[in-house]
């Protein structure tokens, strides 16, 4: 066939098409090149794009509530006044004390939710406990376990009700675990015979164990007028103020002797699990105290500086945000030697920043009395100062707020991952290989490369702070299944599921929580939403709501427990989330780290003097 000249008519029209054809391609190109994976996900459940009216936010509220009834009731029915529900045999089982703990626990859920008749009949629980015995673990009660579920939900349900009876079983219990204290520091043992006084004997000392009552007996003090339970937290705030933290550079170490009093592995930081209550109760107790407990307030200062400087890393594909925990840091490796590790337990973080960034004055720390980077001086801190330089060029605020952003975006993205729209308990973040020349060996050896968020945010910021925020921008989810696994497709998400189990947690919930409150952004909301759907659709049983084993399905295995903390967390804060009115305004009450609310207080000026409470 003879191809013939296309005639002059014609010409035009082919360059349009080609014209055409060339600005598609273009367009196409600049679109998948310079499109950022991290942009939103539209296929999950996130109805971030579109607004949604108050009244359909009030009914997701009274959803929960609903799920709340439907896990009490299965409580009610099955388990009380035994401890916790097992919701797939539908029995009872006694994990804490034998007391009652969801009943304990859920008080001041029920009370918010305006619950009479459940609270009314949870009131019987609580006058019946014998706070004096106990039939597991030879009668020893758990000092940490007790404290938040018990003595919070009875000090929080007085708080919210002025009911004496609730205050007088509060100094009880705390009068009935009081010899746990009469170790050769004044720290809390693991747990104590209430009827014997023996405490155990065990000398290894867990920071969160140790280091998270301090808001519960500080408003017991203030509610009671009793000077003696003060007297413990204010032991406690002695000790780690005159406690040498240079080798942890001003971060309270995990593990400590009871002994001694000295950190047991002085290297060891985290803020995951056995380390992570203490760490919030820093800020938390200074925010209780009308903003008065200066030394709890420069701890949480250091803390959040070497948290930032040392332990935030973001991934190389995906650039997820993460916080992990780390050995003894050295001058050749500031960052020390990182796990990679992230915890569902961790998750707790990003609120925790954004509520300092909503009530402290970061970038003015001056009005309160501190000079920021003064607080790696002196000689318990020797060697810190190089944290707070790296960060003087920052706006504090701004940077602790996109901290929390970015981590609370990875809890969400582990959520959005799964199959089953649930998060695990634990992942192991990837690295990218590296190799370093050794010296001594003559051999370039291999290395994981840690990419420390504070390095990428020194570049971004040196380049004008343009583009994408490293670890802020949005991200996508990435599905990956165990058919992809199967199949050898590639797993795109940065990590890999270490423990797959789903307990229930709130962590997560609450960092949404506290971000809608403190930025009013509504995606914290929606993405709350999606993961009370999925709770729904995966863990509901006939009789409560249930563990799971293995995200990685769906359906999921699922286990046969119902923590309390479930009704005491991770319900009230999706109940919270979801309202309209702010119940518990966050600059005038401070949520313990079961989430029980006590109110923000000034102590008077007879309580300050002579032989007051806080001498």
């Not at 054809?21 to 539209?42: A, E, R």
């Not at 709340?68 to 029995?91: C, I, Q, T, W």
């Not at 994981?448 to 802020?472: C, E, F, H, N, Q």
């Not at 009370?532 to 509901?540: N, S, Y």
Request: net charge negative; hydrophobic share 35%; with cysteine.
């Amino acid at each position: 066939m003879i191809s013939l000249p296309l005639s002059p008519r014609h010409r035009p029209a082919l360059r349009i098409l080609v014209y055409a054809g060339l600005t598609s391609l273009v367009l196409w190109l600049l679109l998948h090149l310079s499109f950022d994976k991290s942009t939103p996900w539209t296929g999950f459940p996130d109805a971030e794009r579109s607004p949604i009216p108050p009244e359909e936010w009030e009914s997701r509220a009274e959803r929960v509530k609903e799920a709340f009834l439907h896990a009490y009731h299965g409580y009610e029915k099955y388990a009380m006044p035994m401890d916790e529900l097992r919701p797939v045999s539908n029995k009872g089982m006694n994990s804490y004390n034998g007391w009652g703990v969801t009943a304990f626990d859920s008080l001041d859920t029920m009370l918010l939710m305006e619950l009479k008749e459940e609270y009314t009949r949870a009131l019987e629980v609580v006058k019946a406990a014998n706070f004096t015995m106990t039939r597991q673990n030879r009668g020893f009660v758990p000092f940490f376990e007790t404290t938040i579920r018990y003595l919070g939900g009875l000090l929080s349900a007085y708080a919210l009700t002025n009911d004496t009876l609730l205050l007088r079983r509060a100094e009880e219990l705390a009068d009935a675990l009081d010899p746990i204290f009469e170790t050769p520091h004044g720290l809390p043992a693991f747990s104590v015979n209430p009827i014997s006084g023996e405490y155990d004997k065990n000398d290894v000392g867990i920071l969160a164990e140790l280091g998270s009552f301090q808001v519960e007996y500080t408003y017991l003090a203030k509610a009671s007028g009793k000077k003696k339970y003060y007297d413990r937290v204010k032991n406690l705030n002695d000790f780690f103020h005159r406690t040498n933290l240079t080798v942890s550079r001003g971060m309270l170490p995990t593990r400590w002797n009871l002994q001694t009093g000295l950190p047991r592995d002085p290297n060891k930081v985290s803020v995951g699990a056995q380390a992570d209550s203490t760490h919030e109760y820093l800020l938390k107790q200074y925010l209780l105290t009308g903003k008065s407990d200066k030394r709890n307030l420069e701890t949480y200062l250091r803390t959040t500086t070497y948290i930032l400087t040392n332990l935030l890393y973001l991934t190389p594909r995906r650039g997820l945000l993460y916080v992990t925990d780390t050995t003894f840091p050295t001058y050749e490796d500031p960052a020390g030697a990182p796990s990679h590790t992230f915890e569902h337990l961790s998750c707790f973080l990003p609120g925790l920043l954004a509520l300092g960034a909503h009530t402290l004055p970061l970038n003015n720390l001056e009005s309160v009395g501190l000079d920021y980077t003064s607080l790696g001086d002196g000689p318990l801190y020797n060697g810190t100062s190089q944290f707070y330089k790296a960060l003087k060029d920052f706006d504090l605020k701004q940077l602790h707020l996109w901290a929390a952003e970015g981590i609370a975006q990875t809890c969400w993205l582990t959520y959005a991952d799964q199959p089953c729209g649930l998060g695990p308990e634990e992942v192991l973040m990837l690295t990218e290989p590296a190799r370093h020349w050794d010296a001594a060996a003559k051999k370039w050896v291999p290395q994981s490369r840690s990419y420390l968020w504070t390095d990428a945010m020194r570049k971004w910021k040196k380049g004008g702070a343009r583009g994408p925020i490293p670890g802020v921008s949005p991200k996508r989810p990435a599905p990956w299944t165990e058919e992809d696994r199967a199949a050898g497709k590639p797993n795109e998400r940065d990590y890999h599921v270490w423990k797959a189990g789903y307990l229930l947690r709130p962590e997560t919930v609450e960092s949404f929580y506290l971000l809608w409150r403190t930025t009013g952004d509504v995606k914290w909301r929606t993405r709350g939403w999606a993961i009370f759907e999925a709770v729904e659709r995966e863990t509901r049983t006939n009789g409560g709501y249930v563990t799971l084993k293995n995200v990685a399905t769906s359906p999921p295995t699922k286990g046969d427990s119902m923590p309390s903390f479930f009704l005491a967390e991770t319900l009230k804060y999706l109940y919270l989330l979801f309202k309209e009115d702010d119940p518990l305004p966050l600059d005038r009450w401070v949520f313990s780290t079961e989430a029980h609310a006590v109110p923000v207080f000034e102590w008077t000026d007879e309580e300050r003097e002579g032989e007051g409470l806080i001498e």
